[in-house]
């Protein structure tokens, strides 16, 4: 592999090439998949006589395209100004230009580069005043759930892995799914019922990609803050893509990077998503190994759950639903209850937030065995008139 030339990025037989072809197709703009300096993009712009854009550019493009809330306009444009402001120099071809020169002993005023720099400057700061306000909301919703409290389960994976069609599923819920690349960027939250009756709150978050831009993940930190404070993590897969394995890795080196190593070595839930893509020999493979098999998505599963599903279909929901069931229900306690049938409120909270796997008449009062989850038994500890023991 040949060593990327500073100049250019790629070796002048490369850019001869690339330019004949664009002046044959009369392109007006090239994507170099990776990352160039200013430098380079200049000099294969001039080389090229058309517009160039690196992976960069062209993801902040699409951010830009899809961003619909204010958080994500927000987080888009932090982006891109810390893309643009290293790339100032290529924007001017007046850097001589001058203003707020003055007097007879002071120098000769302010660049307008001096000036374009000074103004990202403090739109930058402004912007990054802005997200640091919806983190601290964003806390203070995570605050106000805790003491409700319900599990959140998020939602990550590789973009276009089927994880709003997943939520949509799931929940109920219309949230716009479609077959592109990050539609969606803003955190989207729902109430879920479990066969058990505990209710949890599933969160859809934006998608991953390789190599994606520090700029980026650093924007959207406020956003990836509710993975981090989730109680149960869904790794959303497309098991019937050609890189899934590359896409796995991918996406568990940013979750790394967001401090969840731990939660990776615990185990994560891991959905194999789109297996009606699959023929009957792939998905019969699928099940088996447990694994991304078929079209050179096979990976080793990590050390949580792996199963196999369809979230357009419905296939292998059901037991996916029970998994998660099992495994928030894995650290509830059981607790005997003694309620007076006079306190209608309290065993109807206890059906609503509990499972309730006995209930026996005595003298008046209500006896029940029901599984509760750490932060409700403490939550039912507070109630007046209501003696409990954990079994």
């Known amino acids: 592999m040949q060593k990327p030339r500073p100049a250019t990025l790629f070796g002048p037989g490369r850019v001869e090439a690339t330019g004949e072809a ?14 160039l300096t200013p430098v380079q ?22 951010f830009g395209a899809r961003a619909r809330t204010r958080e994500g306009r927000l987080q888009v444009e ?40 000074r103004q990202i400057r403090n739109r930058i700061s402004r912007l990054e005043r802005a997200l640091d306000a919806v983190r601290r909301t964003r806390g203070l919703h995570r605050a106000a ?31 716009v799914a479609r077959d592109q690349l990050f539609a969606t960027l803003d955190p989207t939250m729902r109430g879920v019922a479990l066969p058990s009756g505990q209710r949890v709150i599933l969160s859809d978050t934006v998608g991953f990609v390789s190599d994606l831009p520090h700029d980026l993940v650093a924007a959207f930190r406020a956003t990836l803050e509710e993975v981090v404070a989730a109680d149960l993590v869904l790794h959303v897969r497309d098991c019937a893509h050609a890189d899934s394995a590359e896409q796995r890795a991918d996406v568990l080196r940013v979750l790394t990077e967001l401090g969840l190593e731990d939660r990776l070595q615990s185990g ?31 990976s080793q599963p990590n050390h949580g759950s792996v199963f196999a599903a369809s979230a357009l279909t419905g296939t292998g929901l059901e037991t996916l639903i029970a998994a998660i ?14 309620v007076p049938y006079a306190d209608g409120a309290t065993l109807a909270w206890l059906y609503r937030h509990g499972e309730v796997l006995e209930h026996a008449d005595d003298r008046g009062e209500a006896r029940l065995r029901v599984g509760l989850s750490p932060a409700d038994a403490g939550r039912l500890e507070q109630r007046p008139g209501v003696s409990f023991a954990t079994v």
């Open 325 to 338: 069931d099992a495994r928030l229900s894995a650290a509830r306690r059981v607790v005997e209850v003694r």
């Open 145 to 175: 759930r805790q003491r409700v409290p319900f599990p959140v389960i998020a939602l990550v994976g590789y973009t276009n892995a089927g994880k709003t069609t997943l939520f949509n599923r799931l929940t109920g819920a219309c949230a």
């Open 78 to 117: 932090l982006a891109a100004l810390r893309y643009q402001r290293s790339r100032l120099v290529r924007s001017w071809t007046h850097l001589e230009r001058q203003r707020g020169g003055f007097g007879f002993v002071g120098g000769p005023g302010e660049t307008q580069i001096e000036a374009d720099r």
């Open 22 to 35: 664009a002046s044959v197709d009369a392109l007006d703009l090239v994507v170099v998949d990776g990352a």
């Open 268 to 298: 994560v839930i891991e959905v194999l998503n789109k297996v009606d893509l699959l023929d009957e020999r792939q998905r019969a493979c699928l099940v088996q190994q447990g694994r991304g098999g078929g079209n050179g998505a096979n």
């Open 41 to 62: 993009q200049r000099n294969l712009e001039r080389a090229w006589r058309c517009k160039v854009i690196d992976r960069t550019a062209l993801i902040l493009e699409i």
